[in-house]
T-cell receptor, first 114, second 113 residues
Framework: DAGVIQSPRHEVTEMGQEVTLRCKPI?????LFWYRQTMMRGLELLIY????????DSGMPEDRFSAKMPNASFSTLKIQPSEPRDSAVYFC????????????FGPGTRLTVL | AQKVTQAQTEISVVEKEDVTLDCVYE???????LFWYKQPPSGELVFLIR??????QNEISGRYSWNFQKSTSSFNFTITASQVVDSAVYFC??????????FGAGTRLTVKP
């Protein structure tokens, strides 16, 4: 079975550019999570969706960050405009909400903003 | 608010040694879930174990074992007879509803040949 799929795996962009990260959760999972990992702050939950609806976006750092989940099999995390301090690894994870269900993580997108 | 503390930033051992990674958590809720994830040098996060707050039984899986003690709010992870392939960053995490997962800072384990 395919796991969580993220694209691109690596992104290098210049400050001020728009960046879009993509995620395809595991088929059948109804919750999707976006995390950011940095050396300074570790792993932080940015936002999560349940049945395509954003439930908690309190971790989204600024208005420059937005996330959407138009359907059960696709989500995007957008940064506009990007800044050097956004450089991090962004992980997407999914699970089946309810019960003892661990989150399965994608391989991550390494973002570098110059 | 919930919090996870992994006080050991880095641990270095020689192959075949046993090593214990500590995890202390804080929460006022009586129902919660604890997790361990492994992040090898390749960067992906690999799920190792989940425990709910009502199950204090220790678990053993091959060379891995976990000691969950509610009395000390700890969920420690022991690797027996460590191997070079165990070198990774290990994260402990806490969730109240299996959705809002809070991770510890991680412990970087280096196993030297």
């Amino acid at each position: 079975d395919a796991g969580v799929i993220q694209s691109p795996r690596h992104e290098v962009t210049e400050m001020g550019q728009e960046v879009t990260l993509r995620c395809k959760p595991i088929s059948g999972h109804n919750s999707l999570f976006w995390y950011r990992q940095t050396m300074m702050r570790g792993l932080e939950l940015l936002i999560y969706f349940n049945n395509n609806v954003p439930i908690d976006d309190s971790g989204m750092p600024e208005d420059r960050f937005s996330a959407k989940m138009p359907n059960a099999s696709f989500s995007t995390l957008k940064i506009q405009p990007s800044e050097p301090r956004d450089s991090a690894v962004y992980f997407c994870a999914s699970n089946l909400a309810g019960g003892d269900n661990e989150q399965f993580f994608g391989p991550g997108t390494r973002l570098t903003v110059l | 608010a919930q919090k996870v503390t992994q006080a050991q930033t880095e641990i270095s051992v020689v192959e075949k040694e046993d090593v214990t990674l500590d995890c202390v958590y804080e929460t006022r809720d009586t129902t919660y879930y604890l997790f361990w994830y492994k992040q090898p040098p390749s960067g992906e996060l690999v799920f190792l174990i989940r425990r709910n707050s009502f199950d204090e039984q220790n678990e053993i899986s091959g060379r891995y074992s976990w000691n969950f003690q509610k009395s000390t709010s700890s969920f420690n992870f022991t690797i027996t007879a460590s191997q070079v392939v165990d070198s990774a960053v290990y994260f402990c995490a806490l969730s109240l509803n299996n959705n809002d997962m809070r991770f510890g800072a991680g412990t970087r384990l280096t196993v030297k040949p």
